[in-house]
């Protein structure tokens, strides 16, 4: 079983930054596997907003956070991190990290994801 847990979250005006991490604990995380970034906001559904291969750096972003985001891996764990510059308000959100053990290919699809956490609220307001 795999345990992951967020951090980095808070409250940013709109054009600040956040960098979020993703912790992970358990049994079973291989090297090579899909790492992405989702987030909620209320009342909207799940998006996926970047994926990283952990075995090549593969990385995909949703057109929502192309150029603001950036995602990234810890090399020593495989862990993912998410940088977040000029946030906007409708970035606020509930962000998760996610694992995907199996992949065919990373992909912004949340039902394809094995493993989550309970997410760090991101709030951006002036």
């Known amino acids: 079983q795999v345990q992951l847990v967020e951090s980095g979250g808070g409250s940013v005006q709109p054009g600040g930054s956040l960098r979020l991490s993703c912790a992970a604990s358990g049994e079973g995380l291989g090297p090579a596997r899909c790492m992405g970034w989702f987030r909620q906001a209320p009342g909207k559904e799940r998006e996926g907003i970047a994926t990283?291969?952990?075995?090549?750096?593969?990385?995909y972003y949703a057109n929502s956070v192309q150029g603001r985001f950036i995602i990234s891996q810890d090399r020593a764990n495989n862990l993912p991190f998410l940088q977040m510059t000029s946030l906007k308000p409708e970035d606020t959100a509930m962000y998760y990290c996610a694992a995907d053990l199996f992949p065919a290919r990373c992909q912004l699809i949340a039902d394809v994801y094995d493993y989550w956490g309970q997410g760090t609220q991101v709030t951006v307001s002036s």
């Open positions: 990283i291969y952990t075995g090549g750096d593969r990385i």
